[in-house]
């Protein structure tokens, strides 16, 4: 009753009969045909433009997210598709719900500790304090019996192509500082410690964590790079599964399987 | 029990210890560091990489989507999130849910005229013939008292700055063709037949239509780019909810005024 | 700018310190102990308390669409629980997605045609009016090249024991009248004109949306009441995964199948 | 390559021609027009019919879940609604994307803590043993400085009408034991421990936790059952925005004023 009232206020877009602003800039002239896909989420989520190499490495990151293969999430989308084609989008958001900690949850965790580790520390940060610190997140993590983010991958051994190629790709473009070398770090301190040399690289979620941390965007936001990414994907499996479509089988079968011990 | 099985198959992606290969290409050296996020969306979408004339088209074409500033999927992601900020991708899913018929499914309905009634004409169609398709759809839309998808705007008057730009654009990179003439002219057919002169030209939605047909993609994915586009869109009002809240005001303004019949 | 400011008022719940009302009645006394959960959903959708009679059947409509096995649904719901585990509400939302015009459609469309066809006609109706409206319906539904929508099944033949069931149930409790009739009137219709004698029985779909209508439910609320049943259904999907899981065993078979023929 | 198959099985529902069946009962016999949704719902999550002890406790549970009036779910329901009136399934889903830690996390936790806690206890464990426990589970929670789940409330003060209800009515049906004892140890012993008299009484998600508990159901379906209770609110929801629109306000209101920094 007595509540105070705060006043509503957004700068994400606005429009009248001849201007489109979005996030300050003018849609026609600033954004379109000027901007690519990626830009413009770097845009929105930080506030401004990417610089030039800003825009190669986070257009890389989200490369990484978009496509693996036939995840549960692009069944759940294919199966999805099948009972409501006319709602595509509700296809696609199916299959995004299915990016939970099981899959999408480590980035955020690594993207985590990395900034929650520097936070307030300068950017030139010795190595061997990095080194310290790095020691530390592992002993946190062992201690308290929870995997440790970022590191080692079941099928991608001994190293994980898509974190060598997004570290090559930060250190061409003046992008590779503290947080990258604290998840190397992390690496390194896990390999020692668990007495496994060479067999915990960063992995891509780990590198991802890194390197958008470099470019500054919360930890909090790192799910949302991963459901921009896969959102492209899951469109794209609704366009293959127009071609060649598979739901409609992986039903069958698993219904007839599924009560095979009751209907002989 | 005697169904046939067909075999499930899918070319989206596939990876080994060593590669990760994308719709034929390699993630890391023909993608990574190469192709922007609009670009790999139509990889995804068409099978094949866009030419840099696509290129600028298509992402300016997704650039439309992004960011329409407060709309009611901005709301519902945002109080989403205000629920379920450990769920991300629930949050933008919400929002996604909100493109339907009222707000996304002119792009579907106008692509799907414009395919539909130049399916088997040949790229050369000439001026005077398109004329005479565009007038027998605007005849058929008011037989049957449909609106006219993709003419016209409540807001952007006279013209949409953004089919301006579209057409710009698409001119510019030669991939102004068939589609956009016929699109054309059912603004001219409908202006003329309702005696509207300059006041239904060809909007946003209806541009979108004209582009995706030059480009060769399905009506039936036209909402497919509407959900990518908007995703970005719905991650940048989450990242300003995190800085500046508005869901929480939202709702108890609205729990308030709802009941205060009651409460008094 | 000028905008009309229209009132925000809601009449379904509300509470105080020691009160908590939904509908105008008191949660504890009224409805706790009282009222099961298909008697509350009766009345959260139209605003009154089922009488005996209406709860009996209304709990059987129900109680039709809670499971159907192993759907694209119910498969879609244990996939996204796989990767989400931690967000339950996802899962269940993913297998509602899947409840479009495939699945769900035929319900509302059944219960509209009833609605729309008995608007403003008195209750006694006579029987041959009623088959006079129920030929229109055929001819119309023929003519549009449409399916009829609440007769036939592909499994359930000669007749679905669903629908027999309900309306043995309407019949019982004094709730069979213009519209059960009218439905089964559409039946009689089709199965003469397309010449297929005893082969297009009423569905339990043409049953439930004759039953709904019987009841007072506005045909755009019939898929409300299958996602009501469905979601419980989908729950229990969940509790079968948690005991015997099969999500990881379908995303194995498919992935490993999907790309036999790159990875031989 | 050389994994193992393990066969898919599945007891939930089956059907041919003339059966149809679920959890091993006959549709249209054994449960339609006997058995109410809620009762339904127990049979689908636990495997068994209630007892009709089991079946007015479980119902007012669900009851204490279905309407908590205008929240931020039945917001996202009406603003989803609104986008696509013809995905009715879509909208309920957004709604329940909501249901996440902030809303529904507590009862899963005051589940989880109870059955943590008694795993393994004889049903008749003493009085004294219990309050130990309690003791235990309160020193845990302020030790890692999480809210104890389960007991006082922002609103209902002193007492929560539905957890006094809920405990009232297990009693009446003999399904008061060691999980509702210990919940109210929970209590006493946290008023004790923080020094708030009267202050720290169990709330409707410490009372729902218990009984679920007493009912034998699993923490990791406490989300489950809320989830069940909230469709069928938020189905209210658009029955009731479907006479009394409230969602164009609130989008209309929250647009100009989000931007009225920018229009003047």
Redesign the interface.
Known sequence: ?S?E???????????????????GLD???D???R???????F?????RLPTASE??VF??M???L???????????TR??Y???????????????????????GTAEGAARILQEALAGMPNDIAQPELQVLADTIVKRCREARQPIPGIGHP???PVD??A???FE?AAEHGLSGKFVTLMQGISTAAERTLNKPGQLPVNATGAIAALSSELGI?W??S???????R???L??????E?R?P??Q???????????S???G
């Open positions: 009753m509540r009232r705060t006043t509503l206020r957004s700068d994400m877009g606005w429009s009248d009969a001849t201007r489109i602003r979005v996030k849609l026609m002239t954004i379109m045909g901007l690519n896909l990626g830009d413009f989420a845009l929105e989520i930080q506030g825009s190669v257009n890389a989200l490369a990484t978009v496509e693996h293969g036939m995840t549960p999430m692009a069944i759940a199966l999805t099948l009972g409501a084609p006319e709602s595509l989008q509700g296809a696609v958001a199916a299959g995004l719900l299915g990016m939970g900690t099981t899959f999408a099928v991608h051994k192509p898509r060598t190629r997004l790709l919360s909090r936001l799910r949302g790079l991963a459901v921009i990414g959102t492209v994907g469109v794209g499996h609704i366009a293959e127009l060649y598979l739901a089988e992986i039903w069958e079968r698993t219904e007839q399987e599924s009560s011990h009751i209907t």
